[in-house]
């Protein structure tokens, strides 16, 4: 499973949910720029940001928009089964 985490250096939510993923280790955060990987943005039609999407084998298992609490994260892997 992996956290894959849409931002741009520009957004300051971003920035600020950084600091919340900083010392997250219950999955691997994959960072995806959004001014860079374009193709990522559109396959998952990310519209806001930040937004974390967790995934198993390239599948949507779970979204979040907005500053989302790394409890609120912790739940959702909890209740996912794999």
Avoid: W
């Avoid at 300051?12 to 720029?33: H, I, R, W």
């Avoid at 943005?41 to 937004?51: A, H, Q, S």
């Avoid at 999407?53 to 892997?77: C, H, M, P, W, Y």
């Amino acid at each position: 499973m992996k956290l894959l985490k849409f931002y741009t250096t520009h957004c300051s939510q971003c920035k600020v949910q950084d600091k919340f993923l900083k010392d997250f280790t219950d999955v691997e955060v994959v960072p995806v720029d959004c001014n860079e990987r374009e193709e990522l943005v559109d396959l998952y039609n990310i519209r806001n940001l930040p937004t974390l999407i967790l995934v198993t084998s390239d599948k949507e298992v779970a979204r979040f928009v907005g500053i989302t609490q790394i409890n609120v994260i912790k739940e959702a892997i909890k209740n996912i089964n794999i």
